[in-house]
């Protein structure tokens, strides 16, 4: 990951992943293929509350058009960085005009290379530990996406305001284990930032009588 020096934004970075660079800030993430050439870009929907619908659909065509006609020419880690900006600055804008506010983590996170993916919004129970001090509920989980976590990317769920009141795995995302770390994953790979990451295969193990599966899971 690769911090992008703007004193204007609090979270501002670049993934290079495989073929595959991310410029990613508090609204979004500009995913381009170098080889490909092709651009999308994903708003981080559940990271703000739309408080006009009707301004915030006028407001995303002309970003629409805006973006279109800013890529052109050379694709690389500075027009995607660019296109991001542009994508903040507009957001911004809808802040200070109040038809948009940004929805803030409830917990304070300690690791400042995860992405903010907004709250848990299904009814998920995280069970306390016996030693939790703060107690979870549905509506004070915060979910991310840690790029740099080794030897995978990994998904987290935060529910409580001392540091080890969290619960992570990419894996237990991947296969629904629980519903959080799903909610999370689901999030990160519909926002496109796994895009380029080989994830682990993960043999699974029916243990009824006499029936051995095996399942492989890859993203590319």
Not at 122 to 130: F, N
Request: proline share 6%; hydrophobic share 35%.
């Amino acid at each position: 990951m690769i911090s992008i020096n703007d004193p204007r934004f609090r979270e501002a970075h670049l993934l290079q992943q495989g073929n595959f660079i991310i410029a990613v800030n508090e609204c979004c993430a500009v995913v381009g293929n170098g080889p490909e050439h092709r651009v999308f870009v994903s708003f981080f929907s559940y990271r703000w509350d739309v408080h006009d619908v009707e301004r915030a659909a006028m407001e995303a065509e002309l970003l629409k058009a805006r973006l279109g006609d800013m890529h052109r020419g050379t694709l690389n880690k500075h027009t995607l960085a660019d296109l991001a900006t542009m994508c903040l600055e507009h957001y911004r804008r809808g802040e200070r005009a109040g038809w948009i506010e940004e929805i803030k983590p409830f917990w304070q996170h300690d690791c400042e290379d995860c992405i903010f993916l907004g709250p848990a919004t299904m009814d998920h129970e995280t069970p306390p530990k016996k030693d939790q001090v703060t107690q979870p509920t549905a509506s004070r989980v915060d979910l991310y996406y840690c790029p740099e976590n080794r030897p995978f990317p990994t998904v987290i769920a935060r529910f409580g305001a001392i540091p080890r009141e969290y619960k992570s795995g990419i894996l237990f995302g991947m296969m629904d284990l629980d519903g959080d770390l799903k909610e999370a994953y689901q999030r990160a790979t519909s926002y496109g930032l796994i895009n380029g990451i080989v994830l682990p295969h993960l043999n699974a193990i029916d243990q009824g009588p006499g029936c051995v599966t095996s399942e492989s899971f890859e993203e590319a």
